[in-house]
Each structure stands twice: as structure tokens, then as C-alpha cells.
């Protein structure tokens, strides 16, 4: 998605839209991230490790989706994942693992960063 801006006739670069978060968004919170060697992903797989706390006051299932990024900044890549029935109060840990079918351009070997960029707390 992008966006561009004419203003009295002067064109700005397009530059993408940045993705809203969602009201959920201050419940998860990175607590590692980079390169590991995993038993079922492989070595040298990029994991990130987030902790989340419901905030809310039902039982919930949160949809997590980061942007990967090379050294630049740029965005190279999407990976997202699905943690279910967090209480409310409740605070778990997880992780995502980004796979090659999660990049945009690049490898996963061209990370360099993730940046929690939606979160969605589904009550149940």
C-alpha cells in the first residue's frame, strides 16, 4: 500500500502508509530477537521472542505480525503468528520464526531487525 502527496504543486515522493497497530498493540513486547539454530527450523533461522500480557478483560487469541528489516531499515519481509487463549492479566511468552516464504526481497539471512507493526486481541 502507498500513499503519495500533492500539495499546491509540489510532489512528494510516494512513500508507503504505515500500518496501524491496533489497541492491542502495547500488550506485546519483543524481548529477543536475532539469529538461532533451531532443532525443527534450522541453523541460523531468525526467531524473535515476545512476551504478551491481555490487557483486556476476556480470554484471548492475538495475531502478531512484525516487519523484518535488512541493515538499511528497509522492509524486506513479513512473518506473523498466533498465540491463543492468553487470560486476561495473563502475561505468556512466544516466538516467530521468519521462513523464506515470509520475504519480500532478500533472504532471511538479509534481517537485520523486526518491528512489531499489528497486533489483534480476538476475545473469546
Not at 102 to 118: C, L, Y
Amino acid at each position: 500500500m502507498a500513499a503519495a502527496l500533492l500539495v499546491a504543486g509540489c510532489a512528494s515522493e510516494a512513500k508507503p502508509a504505515k500500518e496501524d497497530p491496533g489497541p492491542a498493540s502495547g500488550d506485546v513486547v519483543i524481548t529477543k530477537q536475532g539469529f538461532e539454530d533451531s532443532a525443527v527450523f534450522g541453523p541460523h533461522s531468525w526467531m524473535v521472542r515476545y512476551t504478551i500480557t491481555n490487557s483486556g478483560t476476556d480470554a484471548a487469541d492475538y495475531f502478531v505480525t512484525l516487519k523484518l528489516a535488512d541493515k538499511a531499515g528497509k522492509q524486506i519481509g513479513k512473518s506473523s503468528a498466533v498465540t491463543t487463549n492468553v487470560r486476561p492479566g495473563a502475561s505468556t511468552e512466544d516466538r516467530i520464526v521468519s521462513l523464506p516464504r515470509d520475504m519480500t526481497t532478500g533472504t532471511t539471512a538479509n534481517i537485520s531487525a523486526s518491528e512489531v507493526v499489528k497486533v489483534e486481541r480476538v476475545p473469546h
